[in-house]
């Protein structure tokens, strides 16, 4: 049996739970709050320090310290951050899913989280070269897109 399979999110070595990011980037958007509602609205505008290609942090080990809104995800609060996307391995974890066919643990590679469709890759802009005023136009609902559960 797989250790997401048999071991709980509070069981997991750090290495594991690493393990568990599909490198999405998901995540790393940034968002918008609706004014009059107070909703939280996700945009394709990336965080400084996001890879547009690789999703990847570019500075993982001192990302709270240069971003300080960064939210270093943990058992605890990933069940009760509501914007973390309903694909994050995480949260379907911590809900129960299971990890989805396209993780790269379970397709054995990491191109299956782009084909299917779930990865922010090549479709996002940096937070420094967005003006703070045209934000709302990059409001998006992709990164709230699921794929099917099977192919
Ligand atoms: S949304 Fe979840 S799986 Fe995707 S990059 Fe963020 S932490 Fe990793
Ligand atoms: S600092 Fe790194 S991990 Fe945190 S939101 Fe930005 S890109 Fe993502």
Redesign the pocket.
């Known amino acids: 049996m797989a250790f997401w399979e048999e071991k709980s999110l509070e069981q997991m070595s750090p290495t594991e739970w690493e393990a568990l990011c599909d490198g999405c980037g998901r ?2 958007l940034i968002k918008l709050e609706d004014e009059d509602s107070g909703t939280l609205i996700t945009s394709d505008v ?5 890879d547009g290609d690789t999703c990847a ?4 080990p001192r ?2 310290e ?2 300080p809104d ?1 939210i270093k995800l943990t058992p605890e609060n990933v069940r009760d951050i509501p914007w973390i996307p309903t694909t994050c391995a995480y949260r379907r974890l911590a809900e129960g899913k299971g990890l989805a066919w396209w993780h790269p643990l379970v397709s054995g590679d990491p191109q299956t989280v782009v084909d299917a469709g779930v990865s922010a890759k090549g479709r996002t802009f940096l937070e420094t070269e967005v003006d703070p005023e045209q934000w709302e136009e990059h409001a998006v609902d992709w990164p709230e897109w699921e794929p099917p559960e099977s192919l």
């Open positions: 995540c790393c990336r965080c400084k320090l996001l942090c570019t500075n993982y990302r709270q240069i971003v960064c």
